[in-house]
């Protein structure tokens, strides 16, 4: 992770090229402590990461996870009750946009998106 980004009311994790905005604030596991934020050290945590190599992606409905080489995981939270939107995460990089996630209850289980 190259650098992390405080934007009003949101996170970007950036990693070299990529830039992944999270709008519902992520979570950090650390040595066994969960971060969450309104913890006062929140944010050194965070910052704490730069540097470090990502090992690992996972996704479900619910989450995505940041698996970092120091043991650390920060986990995004889809279905988190802030923001009041749809859209809860976005990476783009170099001025295209990749991909977006949604809250969960925003799919439907045969169509997709909906609505």
Known sequence: ?????????YIELVFEDLVLAA???PILTD???????????????????IARTVVNTSETKEQLQVS????????????????SGPEMAT??????????WLRPEAYDADHGPSD
């Open 23 to 25: 709008l519902a604030l």
């Open 1 to 9: 992770m190259t650098s992390v980004n405080f934007v009003m009311d």
């Open 91 to 100: 990476l783009s990089g170099r001025g295209t946009f990749f991909q977006s």
């Open 31 to 49: 040595s066994g402590t969960v971060l969450e934020p309104s913890r006062a050290n929140y944010r050194d945590s965070l910052i704490s990461k």
């Open 68 to 83: 970092l080489d120091d043991g650390s995981v920060i986990v995004l939270p889809l279905d988190a009750p802030s923001p």
